[in-house]
């Protein structure tokens, strides 16, 4: 079952494979006390769960994407995506500023943990390494499972074939922040969310079985920005 930690799988199999492994070295030998230490590797090298189903990729920046991201592409996203997977999504998206160790980490490890993402391209995105790396790490992993939402024509030389051959989701003519409640514009912009939202299924559906080693290429490949 999914769990957020790893010593909570653990824990459940304490009565047969006890943590302390060098008491059970001093009491009951060397023989046993390996046996145990080889079903505790075991279940440490169990691939961990995904915690998000969505990871969302763009430009931060404080008076245009990232509440356009935060308050209104990712509400009219859950709403529809609880529609169609049939539970409530798991969503991550982050607002803060770029840059810090623990900035740095902590989105490698979101990322690691993500079965799909969904890419705003800005005409800024590509010169964001951040974005950049998240795109790619997850391109890597498996195109199905990156969607692509356009919002700004980006310059054709920060585009390579395989970006390309992508399904790009235009949403240019929703380039703007705030839209408000009761208008025309908010109205078609909600069609557009639900219109897209299987897309988006299907990508989260497409994620590959979790490999533990993501985590790691992650947080090696943020280091290096």
Known sequence: RETDDIESLLSGYHCLFPRN??????RDGNAYSSRVRDHGEFLRNLPMPYDHDLFISYRRQPLLWTPWARELLVPYLS?????ELGH????????????????????AKNLARSRAIVSVWSGD?????????????????????????????????QLSDRLNRLQQIDLKKF????????TTLITEFSAMIREIVPTIAQAIRSAPKFNNKWTQQCLRRFDEV
């Open 125 to 157: 995105y590509f010169t964001s390494p951040w974005c950049v790396h998240e795109l790619d790490m997850m391109m890597e992993r498996n195109a199905d499972i990156v969607v692509p939402l356009v919002v700004q024509n980006c310059r054709e030389e």
């Open 21 to 26: 492994f060098d008491e059970m070295m001093d």
């Open 79 to 83: 709403g529809y995506l609880q529609q």
């Open 88 to 107: 409530a999504p798991k969503i991550f998206i982050d607002s803060r500023i770029e840059g810090g160790k623990d900035w740095v980490d902590d989105i």
């Open 175 to 182: 380039r703007i922040f705030p839209i408000s409640v009761g």
